[in-house]
């Protein structure tokens, strides 16, 4: 027998959640800054600089696709590809019902306009594609703090999707929203321009935000050719490349509360020539056991690549970890360093 009662109470529970879990991110963020000297600053900056314009090619093994050029660019420079787009499911193809160069990936679709002066990558509205009016939208009880309403459309983000949306540049890589929050497929999401938010409660606290496949389903929608996503098994070696090696050093060893740290990755072949355009993936480990993911900037043309993070309110003789993972055309190297708190 259906009871009304039943699933208000099962959408309270769930939106209590949402709420509570919005209310925890926002106290965890406490830090000061502190200054580095303006030398090693020119000498990142430039480093960084280098790395972001460079062209660089990445090969994905996961799924067997390349990521080149301008996309690798606009792929790199979100906080977070995989969260935000997921891996590549095709290489650079050409649509051929209308002949756009376009590269497909498990959240998002890369449209790329080529000219005289350089090429232009477009995040593709599968959102707005793929977005079917009609679900009831969810009422919430809303604040001018938790929540915010967008000109544009006239719609409203709250909470942790909001607090999502602010945290990856969500003006840029997710759009405009296009819908109110709704309640469809059992979860409760959210359309906007280029993207859907879902709420998954049974995740851990902190990554119950995702974002749905909707490259996959807009390719099935659109295309269809499994061939297409065949992976390219044949140019995954690099050459002369046999060996990867990455080493990794903090700037302090030693490092007050509240401050920031820099972290150093390089990569090597075997032969200790610096590897340019290579993934860099850190997870920063706490004293408590929590894990914070990084995607900082690929290596420059010195196989180099820095992260600077915040430490918080730690007490003295604390050890924070760094584990990194590096990936370049199919090879894979780990390394792992440390620091403490003191004074």
Aim: charged fraction near 15%; proline fraction near 5%.
């Amino acid at each position: 027998m259906f009871c009304p009662t039943r699933v208000l109470r099962h959408h309270f529970s769930i939106v209590s959640a949402w709420v509570v879990e919005y209310n925890f991110d926002m106290v965890k963020t406490i830090t000061r800054t502190i200054l580095l000297s303006t030398l090693l600053l020119a000498i990142l900056s430039s480093g960084q600089t280098a790395a972001q314009s460079g062209a660089g090619e990445l090969y994905i093994p996961e799924t067997g696709h390349w990521i080149r050029g301008e996309v690798l660019n606009t792929y790199q420079s979100a906080s977070d590809p995989l969260l935000l787009f997921g891996y590549p499911i095709t290489d650079e193809i050409i649509d051929p019902i209308d002949g756009q160069h376009t590269q497909y990936f498990e959240k998002a679709r890369f449209d790329l306009t080529k000219s005289s002066s350089g090429t232009i990558v477009e995040i593709a509205p599968l959102g707005q594609l793929l977005y079917t009016p009609g679900n009831e939208p969810v009422s919430l009880a809303s604040t001018h703090q938790a929540c915010r309403t967008f000109s544009a459309s006239g719609k409203t983000v709250c909470y942790a999707f909001l607090d999502f949306y602010d945290q990856h540049n969500g003006e840029y890589f997710f759009g405009n929203p296009i819908s109110q929050v709704e309640y469809a497929e059992g979860r409760y999401v959210q359309y906007f321009e280029n993207c859907r938010m879902e709420w998954r409660p049974e995740l851990p606290s902190g990554k119950r935000v995702a974002l749905t496949n909707l490259g996959k389903l807009y390719f099935n929608s659109r295309l269809g050719d499994r061939t297409i996503l065949n992976p390219d098994n044949g140019s995954s070696t690099p050459g002369e490349l046999v060996e990867l090696q990455t080493h990794a050093f903090v700037a302090s060893s030693l490092l007050p509360a509240n401050s920031h740290q820099e972290l150093f990755i390089t990569v090597q072949d075997q032969n200790l020539n610096p590897i340019s355009g290579a993934m860099v993936n850190v997870k920063i480990i706490q004293p408590d056991g929590n894990v914070e993911v990084y995607r900082p900037q690929m290596t420059d043309a010195d196989g180099i690549s820095t992260l600077k993070f915040k430490v918080g309110d730690l007490p003295i003789n604390d050890v924070i970890r760094a584990e990194i993972q590096v990936q370049y055309k199919g090879f894979q190297a780990n390394a792992a360093t440390w620091f403490r708190i003191w004074w």
